[in-house]
């Protein structure tokens, strides 16, 4: 399934937030991953700009904080750690290779 070491239970832990994020929360983090890959779009940076607010809220949910880690993880793998990422996930959720291929991912 994946390589040693610390990237593959980071891989492991990714995978079991992802078999419990609902459909929306999915998709925000496909968009990350391919934002991480391609670069942010001019949308994406304005979004960004847009969620620095200083609202008054109870703090970062869980969902934000995990896809911080995912984001950091993701740098630094290796792009074969990347690559194995990829299509254990989509072998598990076929429908998420579709969503990946579609957007150039894959």
């Known amino acids: 399934m994946f390589g040693g070491g610390k990237a593959r239970t980071e891989q492991l832990c990714l995978t079991s937030w ?57 740098r630094r793998w290796a792009p074969e750690e990347r690559r194995q990422f990829l299509q254990s996930l989509c072998a598990s959720w076929p429908e998420v290779g579709e969503q990946l291929r579609g957007r ?3």
């Open 18 to 74: 992802f078999a419990n994020w609902s459909c929306q929360q999915r998709q925000q983090f496909i968009s990350t991953l391919v934002t991480e890959t391609a670069g942010p779009s001019e949308e994406d940076l304005l979004l960004g700009l847009g969620s620095m607010g200083l609202a008054e809220n109870d703090g970062p949910q869980m969902f934000d904080c995990q896809l911080k880690m995912v984001t950091s993880w993701w």
């Open 104 to 106: 150039g991912m894959l």
